[in-house]
């Protein structure tokens, strides 16, 4: 049952269109059916995409969130907040990582102490990963400029190259030292051929970067 609409709000958007509709050709009429119909479509595709687009969420002293590709899975890991992974025939195709990171005490600016401590860090993956290359080091781009990446690339199972992108995601306060490290890797079967378009070059792991809100 239609509710009556009352004089003051004047004639509906339908009683309108109606009396202009009435007197115009008929490939008009069609015109603006099929328009209507292709509108319906769109926002119903639209919204199945919002709908059906798994998340993460943490809270806690590090609060973080994001978005992800359903061609990621999420895996065990240990240490870390949350793991995932996109693997074909068993092998990878690319991942991603966020783990908390406690920085050590520190005196001054907190990216005085960052160098310092991707030294160490380095040295780790450096010993952990074979064939370690180191490609870059510094600040993340100025579009996230409290944090600072590292790039590198190693040989994973029967040789296959894997390259990798760390950051370390602060907070802004000048005493920060609880961190996020996140942890991003991809190979060739990711359509990624070096070490600087992880996470920057399309896909999965560019879509979660975009998206990730920290605090």
């Given at each position: 049952?239609?509710a009556?609409?009352k004089?003051e709000f004047?004639?509906?958007?339908?009683?309108?269109?109606?009396?202009r509709?009435?007197?115009?050709?008929?490939w008009?009429?069609?015109g603006?059916?099929?328009?209507?119909?292709?509108?319906?479509?769109?926002v119903?595709?639209?919204a199945a995409?919002?709908v059906?687009?798994?998340?993460?969420?943490?809270?806690?002293?590090?609060?973080?969130?994001?978005?992800?590709?359903?061609r990621?899975h999420?895996v065990?890991?240990?240490?870390?907040?949350?793991?995932l992974?996109?693997?074909?025939a068993g092998?990878l195709?690319?991942?991603?990582?966020v783990?908390?990171?406690?920085?050590?005490a520190?005196?001054?600016?907190?990216?005085?102490?960052?160098?310092?401590?991707?030294?160490?860090?380095?040295?780790?993956?450096?010993?952990a990963?074979?064939?370690?290359?180191?490609?870059?080091?510094?600040?993340?781009?100025?579009?996230?400029?409290?944090g600072?990446?590292?790039?590198y690339r190693?040989?994973?199972p029967?040789?296959?190259?894997?390259?990798g992108?760390?950051?370390?995601l602060?907070?802004?306060?000048p005493?920060?030292?609880?961190?996020?490290?996140?942890?991003?890797?991809?190979?060739?079967l990711?359509?990624?051929?070096?070490a600087?378009a992880?996470?920057?070059?399309?896909g999965?792991?560019?879509?979660i970067?975009?998206?990730?809100?920290?605090?």
């Amino acid at each position: 049952m239609k509710a009556p609409v009352k004089p003051e709000f004047g004639p509906t958007l339908p009683h309108m269109l109606g009396r202009r509709l009435h007197g115009a050709p008929a490939w008009a009429r069609g015109g603006l059916g099929a328009a209507a119909v292709a509108a319906v479509v769109i926002v119903a595709l639209a919204a199945a995409l919002l709908v059906g687009k798994p998340s993460y969420s943490h809270g806690g002293a590090l609060p973080f969130s994001f978005p992800y590709s359903s061609r990621l899975h999420r895996v065990a890991a240990p240490g870390a907040f949350v793991r995932l992974e996109q693997r074909r025939a068993g092998r990878l195709v690319q991942s991603f990582e966020v783990a908390p990171l406690r920085l050590p005490a520190y005196q001054g600016r907190m990216f005085g102490e960052l160098p310092l401590f991707a030294d160490g860090y380095i040295r780790r993956l450096r010993g952990a990963l074979p064939g370690f290359q180191l490609v870059y080091e510094g600040r993340t781009p100025p579009t996230n400029p409290l944090g600072y990446q590292i790039l590198y690339r190693y040989r994973g199972p029967g040789g296959v190259p894997v390259y990798g992108r760390d950051e370390i995601l602060l907070r802004d306060r000048p005493d920060a030292r609880n961190a996020l490290l996140l942890v991003m890797r991809a190979t060739p079967l990711a359509g990624v051929g070096y070490a600087p378009a992880v996470g920057v070059a399309g896909g999965p792991l560019t879509q979660i970067v975009n998206d990730f809100t920290f605090g």
